[in-house]
């Protein structure tokens, strides 16, 4: 067997907006190439402002497989409260399973995307890991939710937007972000996010436990997130699956914050 680990031709700046940006230019397969393996999300502010999150999107696609829909989260970075707050602490790479057929030569595009805007720009870059080997699972797809507010009440669920997933048979893995905005002493924050559909077989409504968010003295604050949330399952589901989200957190947050969610699927 042969493993590698590919990487896009560049580091590339997504901007300060929240539309999708190349990362370099398309990934060219080498020719001993049969399957693509996983990818490994990069992103990294390198001048950040208080009270904003960093919460990266990768998004792969291609005119020569059928690797799309496939959208997945990098590490997040959570806000500071101020200059006084210190710098961010950047969360762990996730690494996410594909297993897509190809052929060498055959190219990728790779795709950034800040799902919350940042005032200075995000800088994202990802690893591709192709084989010549079966990875000894079925191909899996990935789908995002859209960015949406917290708010700021306890014990309530706050809807996301409902998105739908289509050509799939099972859900295998929940996974999502909750970042913070502005932070004071006092502020933690956990819960879960919900997943409701009348099309899971035999299941009722999804939790996907998130990493909390510890509190610290209001002058020194930084809501440090360790990786995306993610946590794996085995729903079978119906074809199209139309997937409403909802976030609950035990504790009011002092400011809203913002949540993703999204499922990977085969």
Known sequence: MTRGIEFTSAWTSIGTATTKTQLGNDVVFPAWATYLDAVMPQAILNTITAAESLIPACILESNDFRVAPFEVLGAPEGSTLGASGGGHFQGRQEKYAIGCPIKGGSRLSVYGQ???????????????????????????????????????????????????????????????????????????????????SSEFVDSPPLKLPLNPIGTGLATLQISYIDGVSRAPVNVECKSPTRIADYLYMPLAPGAAGNFVSGVIYE
């Not at 005032?119 to 949406?148: C, D, R, W």
């Not at 309530?156 to 048979?169: E, L, N």
């Open 114 to 196: 800040a799902l919350v805007a940042n005032t200075a720009a995000p800088v994202m870059g990802a690893g591709i890991v192709v084989s010549n080997e079966h990875p000894g699972h079925v191909q899996k797809h990935a789908k995002l939710g859209t960015a949406t507010t917290t708010g700021t009440a306890a014990t309530s669920d706050v809807a996301g937007t409902p998105y739908t997933i289509v050509d799939a048979s099972r859900i295998t893995e929940l996974f999502g972000v909750v970042a913070m905005t502005t932070v004071a002493g006092g502020d933690a924050l956990g819960g879960y996010i919900k997943y409701s």
